[in-house]
């Protein structure tokens, strides 16, 4: 009993990670048909900005370590959305409407240029910001098992940020129009929707979705070169699990890919590291758009 509580709780803790880090990568892919490769790179500068940061503020005496928490949000928001706004404006948008794949080998040079400026801006040494993540304590669950609260309360903000994109998308004004632009580009042009603005600020949200997963990531890390490059392939293989472009397929895979995970650490830690690719690979198998994903008319 405490070793299946350990994988549900363990599965879960992951499996909130890994929607953090999907979600923004999915609303990008749906709303702009753009397999954003350089998201992961969004999620480093998202790390490494609050590592810096935290790290700054524990040097000296800057007031209540409690408001390190808000140093982990301000600076995702800050970061992402100048990185995302500036590489939509600046480049994409004058993409639009080209061939998927092609968007795939642009992100992916981005995704390249934007490893080496992190390496130029901060360096090659890890940076540490684990005070927020000591802050909170640990907690006591079962018998002899005991959790971080920080890795709790990850759950609580991934559910938070998946009910805040369900509710936007589909109860208000803007959200309606997003997913009108979702389904028919040309019809809700014709309409008098600003599709390209629409497409500035979903990919800003994107960036700081990503930012946001790195810096409330990097209190439980070593905050090192290459933590991009890892995390993509992961967020990858969740939203191809889910469905491209679902919330709710993000959210599911998530959940599936994460269990896998931890069952395999619990059970047979020597397929951890081929256990999600084995579940991609069932799923895909099965249902080829994903668990939630619609197969799409092609246009003659």
Not at 170 to 196: C, F, P, S, W, Y
Not at 269 to 288: K, N, W
Request: charged content about 10%; hydrophobic content about 60%; glycine content about 12%.
């Amino acid at each position: 009993m405490t070793t299946s509580f350990a994988i549900l709780l363990d599965g879960a803790i992951y499996a909130s990670w890994l929607f953090l880090v999907a979600a923004g990568l999915t609303i990008i892919y749906g709303v702009m048909r753009v397999l954003n490769m350089a998201h992961g790179s969004f999620y480093a500068i998202g790390a490494y900005s609050a590592a810096s940061l935290v790290g700054w503020y524990f040097s000296g005496a800057h007031g209540s370590p409690y408001w390190s928490y808000l140093l982990l949000l301000g600076c995702a928001l800050v970061a992402g959305a100048i990185v995302g706004f500036v590489i939509e404006q600046g480049l994409l948008r004058f993409l639009h409407g080209r061939d998927e794949i092609l968007m795939v080998i642009v992100t992916y040079a981005l995704l390249l240029i934007l490893e080496d400026a992190t390496k130029l801006v901060w360096g090659v040494d890890p940076y540490f910001a684990y005070q927020p993540y000591r802050l909170l304590g640990q907690t006591a669950v079962g018998e002899g098992l005991r959790f971080a609260n920080y890795d709790l309360a990850l759950i609580a903000v991934s559910v938070v940020i998946g009910l805040l994109a369900w509710f936007a998308l589909n109860q208000t004004h803007k959200g309606r129009l997003l997913r009108a632009v979702i389904h028919d580009r040309e019809i809700a042009i014709a309409m008098g929707v600003n599709v390209n603005a629409m497409f500035a600020a979903t990919f800003t949200i994107g960036a700081v979705l990503g930012a946001l997963a790195g810096a409330l990531t990097a209190p439980a890390i070593s905050v090192t070169p290459g933590i991009g490059v890892e995390v993509i392939v992961l967020a990858f293989a969740v939203v191809v699990v889910g469905g491209l472009g679902s919330i709710g397929g993000a959210a599911a895979g998530a959940v599936l890919v994460g269990l896998a995970r931890s069952f395999a650490v619990h059970i047979a830690p020597e397929i951890e590291l081929f256990v999600i690719y084995g579940v991609m690979f069932t799923v895909l198998a099965i249902r080829p758009q994903g668990l939630f994903g619609q197969a799409l008319a092609r246009r003659i």
